[in-house]
């Protein structure tokens, strides 16, 4: 009994933690969508900008002018990632995944719902994923940590020919746990990402973090150091017309995990996946999206974790 509530305990302070960033951050989105349109803060098209006394146009907006009215960040050219934290801005998005990796004598499938809601430049994200985990030992099955995000632009470059297309931004967010079998720490996750734009077809997407679990069990208190670069090369239909696809990105990623403290300090975890996403033709209102990737290891630790994996997802953009 003593130890329920102790582990009960942790558990609700954890939720409490967790909740309160979270509130944060969606308070200050409450707030931000309160206010209304704000001519420093609203998105415009790539070509707007005002004229200065100099007669010469400015393109800078935002807080200290650090935006850009001329970058494509606001125009959904960043393909959705797999293994590496999306950091585009979105609009509304409903995305439904299935994550199944294989390992030594274990195996694992994850399937989820993710919506996002764009609320003028910050991204607000909410996702539900359900795991089933077999092991020799035991099968577990439940809800896995319900996740909480916002992400915002801070800074932007864009180069005189609009070759380089630059948008540095932060995002928190907040896991939180539903099921012990399946997860009993809570995680906040702070992190700064990059979203550039190089010509007219490459993308890349880096994003990095500090990850904190909370709550008790072998896995209470570690902290890790992660980060993932996203590569994407958008074809237009009229250069690969694939039947029933608008634009086929193939995409190569690279995510990664290096433990801070605990019992193993500086081990990474490294593991890639190639693939690619395809907007399909549709006669609605709502753009889908189908995409499909290949998971395998790049070190030792990473091989220890898996040794391959598939991720399929359908997206609507609406």
Known sequence: MLLASCTFARVKFCFNFVARAAGVLFAFAFVHAVAGPDADNQPAPAASGTTNAAGLTD?????FDGLDHRSAYTLEVFPE???VDDMALEDNEIQLTWLHTKGSGQQSDVGSIEFQKGIGLMTLEL??????????EQTARGIGNIDLSARYPLYQYVSADRMVDATFGASMEGGIPVQMRVSRNAELLPQIFNDLKLGDHLTVQSVMGYSTLLGGGDEGGLRSFEYGFSFGYAIEHRNLPLPGVQQFTPMFEVAGETELNKEDPGENNLLGDVGFRAKLN??????????????FPLD??????????VVVSLIFDF
Not at 282 to 295: N, R, T, Y
């Open 59 to 63: 393109t800078r907006y935002g807080l």
């Open 81 to 83: 990632p797999f293994l």
């Open 127 to 136: 996702l539900v994923p359900f795991e089933r985990d077999v092991s020799p």
């Open 282 to 295: 549709h006669p609605g209102e709502a753009q889908p999206s189908l995409g499909f990737s290949w998971i």
């Open 300 to 309: 030792i630790a990473g091989r220890a974790e898996l040794h391959w994996g």
